[in-house]
């Protein structure tokens, strides 16, 4: 493992010697490596000898869009260095196992009818979202590997089941995610459930070189507007519309959807444990002594719960008027790019009713279209003809002449904007990904969808067809060293 900067009560409970800094530490059948995951000699020295690897590291948001480079040395790098150590150990790819942790922000916005969506739909990296970019490199570079015992398990939104870790999610992003958006989150303690279980998984199943999107089930489902409104009302407010302005949350341009499959990762991990329910129990019951009190006052003194709600949405419009990854600070000082990525336009945002006003569709299990993904799904072997209808509803060709059948051969393709690249059928077919030179940055979105059918799904659901807005790389910079510390939001990012 490679072990984090900081205090480490580990080594002391296995009994083995505390490294300061840098270096390598073993004993008692433990190995601890602190090092620079950016460092090949760091990364190769903690997986020497292994028999499995299990790479939950990541750089997220919002730290990723404060700290882009970072976040490509973590996200993209890092992710190449243990893919290229691994197959560098002896009989490594054959023998090593990987699992690798991507994200639902792969796919980006799913509104509109699209909002539950499967591994294999195109991806989609919202505008701006660096994150996102980097970690669909990521996960390429780990399909694209000779590894032959890997999954990518991509992650939803990790609910923390401890009030600390809970609050210290205050930023602005919260802000970027529609009302309207549809959320299949679980509990962090799940995710690691169904991480650790995958130890268990034998060599010869089929789960291995499958790409798999981690939800923690129906059970877990429910729309933005409500996980926000109950995070009020934990705490003994009112709710969301006594805290905040309706217009303060975005009208697209994030990520998020129930998945249609969900379940087949659970099938082998076995990981849907919590509900909702369970999840505001668990927090509630960690929320601190003093926090607690001031929930039973103001629950129970309406002119205490007032002021309590004052003082919060205060704090919020401070956030997003001040910080400079805040909605409103984006139209109090013209930032056209992100208006128009997040609401289409200023008349949009202006236009956005008070709370009063009827909201947009919240019902939870509303009707949804299934994407096409350009060939026969329920044939069991895929012939070169199944691959070339597929480069075509992609706007593209699959260069090949004669293939196999194997789905992990690299075979040779052109994009309609005649990139050539080289690709796994499983990559292109499975798991969504296509020209890795069209990923963004930057974001040419509409040209795209006008070129790709299979991506025209997921981009016209909220775009206009008449909307032909191309997003620079450099848009991506205003944000860069932000202040991440939400008590500085009263103080002007500058």
């Known amino acids: 493992m490679l072990g984090e900067r900081g205090p480490e009560p580990f080594p002391l409970q296995v009994g083995i010697a505390v490294i300061p800094e840098t270096g390598v530490a073993a004993g008692s059948g433990f190995k601890i490596v602190r090092g620079d995951a950016a460092d090949y000699a760091d990364v190769a020295e903690t997986v020497k000898d292994v028999d499995w690897v299990l790479n939950a590291m990541a750089c997220i948001s919002p730290a990723a869009d404060y700290a882009p480079d970072m976040a490509a040395t973590v996200n993209i790098e890092a992710v190449k260095s243990i893919v290229r150590a691994l197959e560098a150990q002896p009989d490594g790819a054959e023998r090593i196992r990987l699992i690798h942790t991507g994200t639902v922000a792969e796919t980006g916005d799913r509104l509109g009818n699209?909002?539950?969506?499967?591994?294999?739909?195109?991806?989609?990296?919202?505008?701006?979202?660096?994150?996102?970019?980097?970690?669909?490199?990521?996960?390429?570079?780990?399909?694209?590997?000779?590894?032959?015992?890997?999954?990518?398990?991509?992650?939803?939104?990790i609910m923390p089941t401890t009030c600390k870790t809970a609050f210290a999610l205050r930023d602005p992003i919260a802000f970027h995610m529609p009302l309207n958006s549809f959320m299949e989150n679980i509990t962090d303690r799940d995710a690691a459930y169904g991480l650790v279980n995958c130890l268990d998984i034998p060599d010869h199943s089929d789960f291995w070189r499958r790409a798999y999107n981690m939800g923690g089930g129906p059970g877990m489902r429910c729309t933005a507007f409500e996980l926000i409104n109950r995070s009020y009302q934990l705490l003994g407010l009112s709710g969301i519309e006594a805290c905040?302005?309706?217009?303060?949350?975005?009208?697209?341009?994030f990520h998020m959807q129930y998945f249609e499959d969900s379940h087949v990762l659970n099938e082998y991990l076995h990981f849907w444990r919590d509900s909702l329910t369970d999840y505001w129990m668990v927090l509630n019951r960690d929320l601190p002594a003093s926090i607690r009190l001031l929930t039973f006052l103001c629950r129970n003194i309406p002119a205490l719960r007032s002021l309590v709600e004052q003082r919060v949405r205060k704090?919020?419009?401070?956030?997003?008027?001040?910080?400079?990854?805040?909605t409103v600070y984006w139209f109090n000082h013209g930032n056209a790019l992100r208006i128009k990525a997040f609401y289409k336009d200023s008349a949009a945002y202006e236009s956005i009713p008070d709370w009063g006003a009827p909201m947009p569709q919240l019902d939870s299990e509303p009707p949804w279209q299934r994407l096409n993904h350009g060939y026969d799904e329920d044939r069991q072997k895929l012939a070169l003809t199944?691959?070339?209808?597929?480069?075509?509803?992609?706007?593209?060709?699959?260069?090949?002449?004669?293939?196999?059948?194997?789905?992990?051969?690299?075979?040779?393709?052109?994009?309609?904007?005649?990139?050539?690249?080289?690709?796994?059928?499983?990559?292109?077919?499975?798991?969504?990904?296509?020209?890795p030179a069209c990923l963004p940055p930057p974001w040419d979105d509409a040209a795209q969808a006008r070129e790709n059918p299979f991506f025209a799904q997921v981009w016209f659901a909220n775009h206009d067809p008449d909307e032909n807005e191309f997003y620079p790389?450099?848009?991506?910079?205003?944000?860069?060293?932000?202040?991440?510390n939400p008590l500085n939001q009263g103080k002007k990012t500058k």
């Open 114 to 157: 699209i909002h539950r969506g499967r591994v294999g739909d195109p991806l989609k990296p919202s505008v701006f979202d660096y994150y996102a970019v980097t970690k669909i490199a990521g996960e390429r570079a780990v399909l694209e590997s000779n590894i032959r015992h890997w999954a990518s398990l991509r992650m939803t939104f």
């Open 244 to 253: 905040s302005d309706r217009k303060w949350y975005a009208l697209r341009n």
């Open 315 to 326: 704090a919020n419009r401070d956030m997003v008027e001040n910080h400079r990854n805040g």
């Open 386 to 435: 199944d691959l070339q209808g597929a480069a075509r509803h992609r706007g593209g060709v699959c260069l090949a002449c004669d293939w196999d059948g194997n789905m992990y051969t690299t075979l040779n393709w052109k994009c309609a904007f005649d990139h050539d690249f080289t690709a796994k059928p499983y990559t292109i077919l499975k798991a969504g990904h296509w020209c």
């Open 473 to 484: 790389e450099h848009g991506t910079q205003d944000i860069v060293g932000a202040d991440r």
